[in-house]
């Protein structure tokens, strides 16, 4: 029972990292607070549902699509509504887009109650069937899911070492000046780690559709728990984001056993605010203080 | 012309004293229940707002979450009312005292962090009470709420007893009306006194304060805990004036409609945040006619909002046509 729990933690920690991954890359080349994290979570989910219904089947289809139309809304969201409060600038910013991200995560929740109606919408599952490991069942789905998810990982890890964009956006996380100074536009990378950030989300939400129904508040404690995530390991480490994670999900399925699913939120709140008090770059933070 | 001008003038000077004696006539003009409801809620989001301004506005402090003091200060006057009888009159003050208590907590990272930091611990913090009312529901009634708060007993005056009754919400209206009151005339001197001119200084710049020999944690924490007892006065209010709490006043959508009032009245004003809750309540309940468009409509408007005019768009339209006639003054210079 207790490997049992572990590793259905293990397996939900690996989706609240790559959360959590697309959340620190905005938060660290942005400067930003992506507080409608959690909305572009549903919205993967719903465009995963509508592709799965309407167009095609093939999960990998609706998987990539609702990762491309979250990359282009993201970048559009930038474009009109980060860019014109960014210009503005000062040490407010921060405050003022985050202000601006939770007024957009309650319009896209509410349009999703005006057209999908605020009943749940289930997305049929792709893999069907379960292993069983040395007494842990393993459900073939969540498995598919979870590999899946650590392969974008993998990727987005190959994308900032390897790429001439990915290596961009670090300059520009690590010193702004510097970065410009060699050639980097913030004005064009802006846009695009925003909706890289968010395209992660999109993913997770995607991924995670045929496991739980898709419904307009979905994205709540999914966005939450990738805030507490990052704040918890800090920036500049994907491997320590990846064990924050882990640790999340091991801790959640083991209180929603034990006692109830609130308890694991309330543990992983007080958690956060105790790394924030006594080490505000977190456990695994390298950068910042 | 000369007494048109001197009329503005007069309106000009006294407009507070203006404003509050229209808010003290209107349940003599109309007796409709429903609008003495919104104008109560939007009394009682003012309140909020207003302390919210305070601490953030002019103490630099990015509280995200007010909405934990205020639905600490609704609960535990409600829990102490149900189970020890005790007088909701007495329940504002422990209402108010309950939620400072809370502050105390919570200030040890707020007074040591910065920026961002701030609001993200508070919000944290906001979330843990939010699940702790869930998950004790023995004690808070849980996801179901709270029912059977006693609403306020009633004060005789020898010659007038004034009672607290659904049917006639006329005394609710001017308690939360004084609540309102007081807490704005109190917040507007305090931000204007030595006090708020020094938390100024801390909010430009920490370090010119410490230079100065101004006591920085001393400072913040005294502007925690007023803001934190207004607003656990006014979750206080609200419980016994609903009767019936939900976990939802401890989620993030308290503190979006905080937000919202205060940006749209006016960021560091105090009374921005009356002008702007007034024009909320009265939208949110007007929209709902269209359904959850409303809430969508809302959003927008917030967005626009920070997009467009940070500082305030009801603060910036009052003052472009009171400054008219500054206008004038300075081409003749």
């Known amino acids: 029972m207790i490997m049992q729990l572990a590793v259905n933690g293990l397996i939900d920690g690996l989706f609240f990292a790559l959360m959590g991954l697309g959340f620190s890359i905005i938060l660290e080349g942005m400067d930003l607070f992506n507080f409608a994290h959690g909305a572009f979570y549903m919205v993967g989910g719903y465009i995963t549902y509508l592709v799965i219904k309407n167009v095609t089947p093939n999960p990998i289809i609706a998987i990539m699509f609702s990762i491309i139309i979250a990359f282009i809304f993201g970048y559009v969201v930038d474009l009109l509504m980060l860019r014109p409060i960014r210009r503005r600038g000062g040490e407010g910013w921060a405050l003022a887009g985050l202000i601006g991200l939770l007024s957009l995560s309650v319009v896209l929740e509410n349009l999703a109650i005006l057209v999908f109606g605020a009943e749940y919408k289930g997305v049929p599952p792709y893999v069907r069937g379960n292993v069983v490991i040395g007494g842990v069942i393993i459900d073939l789905q969540r498995a598919v899911s979870a590999l899946i998810a650590v392969m974008l990982i993998l990727l987005i890890y190959l994308f900032f070492k390897k790429t001439k964009y990915g290596r961009a956006m670090r300059a520009l996380a690590q010193n702004k000046e510097l970065a410009e100074m060699s050639g980097v536009s913030p004005g064009i990378m802006y846009p695009m780690i925003f909706g890289l950030g968010v395209c992660l989300a999109a993913a997770a939400g995607s991924l995670l559709s045929p496991l739980y129904y898709v419904s307009p508040t979905i994205g709540a404690f999914p966005g939450l728990m990738a805030f507490i995530v990052v704040i918890v390991s800090g920036l500049g480490s994907i491997g320590g984001l990846i064990l924050t994670g882990i640790l999340f999900g091991i801790i959640n399925s083991f209180t929603a056993f034990f006692y109830s699913s609130e308890w694991g939120y309330l543990i992983a709140f007080t958690i956060a605010i105790m790394v924030i008090t006594f080490r505000p770059k977190g456990l695994f933070g390298v950068r910042r203080e | ?333």
Not at chain 2, 89 to 111: K, N, Q, R, T
Not at chain 2, 112 to 135: K, N
Not at chain 2, 218 to 244: E, M, N, R
Request: aromatic share 14%; hydrophobic share 55%.
């Open chain 2, 1 to 333: 012309m000369r007494s048109f001008l001197s009329l503005r003038d007069l309106v000009i000077k006294n407009w507070i004293f203006i404003i509050i004696l229209l808010g003290l006539l209107i349940p003599l003009i109309t007796s409709d229940q429903y609008i003495l409801h919104i104008l109560i809620l939007s009394f009682i989001l003012a309140t909020l707002g207003a302390s919210w301004d305070m601490l953030t506005g002019y103490g630099g402090l990015f509280s995200f979450g007010h909405q934990a003091f205020y639905a600490i200060g609704g609960y535990a006057s409600a829990i102490i009312c149900i189970n020890y009888g005790i007088s909701p009159w007495l329940g504002l003050l422990i209402g108010g005292l309950s939620a400072l208590l809370a502050s105390l907590v919570i200030s040890y990272p707020v007074l040591r962090l910065r920026g961002p930091y701030i609001a993200l611990v508070t919000l944290a913090f906001s979330l843990v009470i939010y699940e702790a009312i869930t998950i004790f529901r023995d004690l808070t009634g849980g996801p179901s709420g709270l029912w059977g708060i006693p609403t306020f007993t009633p004060i005789d005056l020898g010659i007038i007893k004034i009672t607290f009754e659904y049917t006639n919400r006329t005394s609710y209206y001017y308690l939360a009306y004084a609540l309102l009151i007081i807490n704005l005339i109190f917040l507007k001197i305090f931000v204007e006194s030595k006090y708020g001119l020094r938390l100024r200084v801390i909010k430009e710049s920490e370090e010119v304060a410490e230079t100065l020999g101004i006591d920085t944690i001393k400072y913040k924490l005294v502007a925690v805990l007023i803001s934190a007892f207004i607003s656990g006065l006014t979750g206080a209010f609200y419980a016994h004036y609903i009767q019936l709490l939900s976990p939802e006043v401890a989620w993030v959508s308290t503190m979006l409609d905080i937000v919202l009032a205060t940006m749209l009245g006016g960021f560091m004003t105090i009374y921005g945040a009356f002008a702007g809750s007034l024009v909320i309540s009265f939208l949110k309940e007007y929209f709902r006619v269209i359904g959850q468009l409303r809430l969508v409509i809302y959003g927008l408007i917030l967005i626009l909002i920070i997009i467009a005019t940070p500082s305030g768009l009801l603060k910036e339209m009052i003052v472009k046509i009171l400054s008219f006639k500054k206008k004038v003054k300075v081409k003749n210079v």
